[in-house]
């Protein structure tokens, strides 16, 4: 677990899945961003991501194209309309009731995409990233079940 003031992707995927709101208590999409390849920047040093990592809290604007490949996994998300700054972060929000639910609660283990139960992997839906990118503000979540768990989610098909 590290803080990173930025974040190289150079491939990684986008996984997806739902989560129930504890808000509401009905199932909603959730997508978060998995880091395979790239590094880490904090206070001017950098240095390898050498696990498949989860990258949570991203604060930053994002390109276009990176925020569109996510809406199309879960248009739940919501796609910037022109003439607006482009996403300020990739929150996840309930598409019942709008409760934000924040990424600590689906990197868990438990949770959605760090599922106890290895049946409930092949409920996650994993698609690679179109492009390498940098995100400015994020912080890199190492979670030692994630690399193996990836392999059962990309394998899936
Ligand atoms: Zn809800």
């Known amino acids: ?27 909603a999409p959730v997508t978060v961003l998995v880091v395979t390849e790239g590094c880490e920047h904090w206070n001017g040093v950098m240095w390898s991501i050498d696990q498949p990592s989860f990258v949570i809290d991203v604060g930053c604007e994002l390109p276009l194209e990176v925020v569109r490949q996510r809406w199309l996994l879960n248009p739940n998300l919501g796609m910037p309309t022109v003439g607006e700054r482009t996403v300020s972060d990739l929150a996840n929000v309930c ?14 283990p438990g949770g959605p995409f760090l599922p106890s139960n290895p049946a409930s992997a092949v409920l996650v839906s994993c698609t690679p990233l179109e492009q390498p ?15 193996g768990l990836l392999q059962r989610f990309s394998q899936r098909d």
Do not use: S
């Open 95 to 108: 598409q019942h009731c709008g409760t934000r639910i924040e990424d600590d609660d689906l990197v868990e």
């Open 133 to 147: 990118f940098t995100a400015n503000e994020a912080e890199v979540w190492e979670e030692d079940a994630l690399p």
């Open 1 to 27: 677990m590290d803080h990173a003031m930025k974040v190289d992707l150079d491939a990684g995927y986008w996984l997806t899945a739902t989560h129930r709101c504890t808000q509401c208590r009905h199932e």
